[in-house]
Structures are given as C-alpha cells and as structure tokens.
C-alpha cells in the first residue's frame, strides 16, 4: 500500500491543513516510509507469540455501574475558559 502526492493533498484538504508542494511532497515520502515500515512489521512471524501477552491472565476491574453525584463541578468550570452557568461553551465546529 502507498499514498499518492493526490492522496496527500486530499488529506489535507479534509484535515484543513495548508501544506505547499514542497511539504506535501515530503508528506507523501514520509506516509510511505511509514506504510513500508507497517508492511514489513505485518511480515514478521508471531505464530508463537501470544497476542498481549503482557495482559495474559490479567483481568480488568469492573466498577458497579451507578449513577454519582460530581462534587467538584465548580472546580472544574473554573479551569473552562468560557463557562456559562454549569455548562462548558466550546467553539462551533460543524457550520
């Protein structure tokens, strides 16, 4: 698998990233350094390597679900940058 310099640009565009020729040609070479380098990684046999095996046999802990009281939404809304009574204001992003 490879990017195209057009892939590049179109990703951009969706991002909404300003990249000139010279940066998006850079891009294209370095999306495809790091494909090459998946690729390879997808060719190393782990037939006999348990998958996570740092996690074998562990469990995650589960918490009852329930609903709690937050005790501390003054502190937080204190830290938002433009609280409006107890709700976060963020900027607009779907226009």
């Known amino acids: 698998m490879s ?3 057009d892939d590049v640009k179109k990703i951009a565009l969706l991002a ?6 010279t940066a ?3 891009m294209t ?3 495809n ?3 090459g380098h998946v690729e390879q990684l997808g060719r190393v046999d782990t037939e006999n390597v348990s998958p996570l095996a740092w996690l074998e046999g562990k469990k995650t802990p ?8 937050f005790e501390h939404t003054a ?4 830290n938002a940058p433009l609280p409006e ?3 976060f204001i963020v900027p607009r992003v779907i226009e």
Do not use: K, S
């Open 3 to 5: 990017v195209t310099l």
């Open 16 to 21: 909404r990233l300003e990249l000139d020729d």
């Open 24 to 26: 998006a040609e850079r």
């Open 29 to 31: 070479r370095d999306m």
């Open 33 to 35: 350094a790091i494909l």
């Open 62 to 69: 589960v918490e009852p679900d329930q609903v709690r009281r």
């Open 75 to 78: 502190e937080v809304l204190d």
């Open 85 to 87: 009574g107890r709700f």
